[in-house]
C-alpha cells in the first residue's frame, strides 16, 4: 500500500504532488524548495540550508534519523556553485553519507531558486524490520 503524505509544517504544496509517499519501507521525499519561505530570495547556501532544515522536520516526523537517507538528488542551476554548499552537506549528513546525484538544470519552479533537493530514506527501524 502506497501512503501519501503532506506536512503541515512545510509550505503549502501549489502542484499536483505531495510532500512525501511511502511505500515498502521506504519514504520517497518530493523535490524541495525555499519556495513561500524567507530563503527563496536567498543565495544558495540560505536556500540549501532552508532545504536541508525541511528534510530534518520530516525525517523526524517520521521518526527518522539523517542516518537513515538512502539517497539524495540535488538539482541546482549553477554547478560551479557547488563548493559553496559543500561544507553544509558534510555536516547534514553527520558522517552517515548517502547515495548521491548532483543535476545542473537550466531552471527551477521560480527565477528565484537556485536549488531543489529530494530524498529517499529507509523506514525499516520502524515496523522493526
Do not use: W
Not at 530563503?39 to 540560505?46: C, V
Not at 532545504?51 to 542516518?67: K, P, T
Not at 528565484?112 to 529530494?118: A, F, G, H, N, T
Amino acid at each position: 500500500m502506497i501512503q501519501k503524505c503532506r506536512y503541515d509544517f512545510l509550505p503549502a504544496i501549489a502542484g499536483p504532488y505531495v510532500h512525501a509517499a511511502k511505500h515498502n519501507q521506504t519514504l520517497y521525499i518530493s523535490g524541495l524548495t525555499a519556495l513561500g519561505t524567507n530563503a527563496q530570495s536567498g543565495g544558495l547556501i540560505e536556500q540549501t540550508e532552508e532545504i536541508l532544515s525541511q528534510i530534518s522536520q520530516i525525517l523526524e516526523a517520521e521518526d527518522c534519523a539523517i542516518s537513515d537517507l538512502i539517497k539524495l538528488t540535488i538539482f541546482v542551476t549553477d554547478i560551479s556553485l557547488l563548493s559553496s554548499i559543500r561544507e553544509q552537506l558534510f555536516d547534514f549528513y553527520q558522517g552517515h553519507l548517502p547515495a548521491c546525484s548532483l543535476v545542473e538544470v537550466s531552471a527551477l519552479i521560480h527565477p528565484d531558486l537556485q536549488i531543489e533537493i529530494e530524498a529517499i530514506a529507509g523506514l525499516e527501524h520502524i515496523h522493526g524490520v
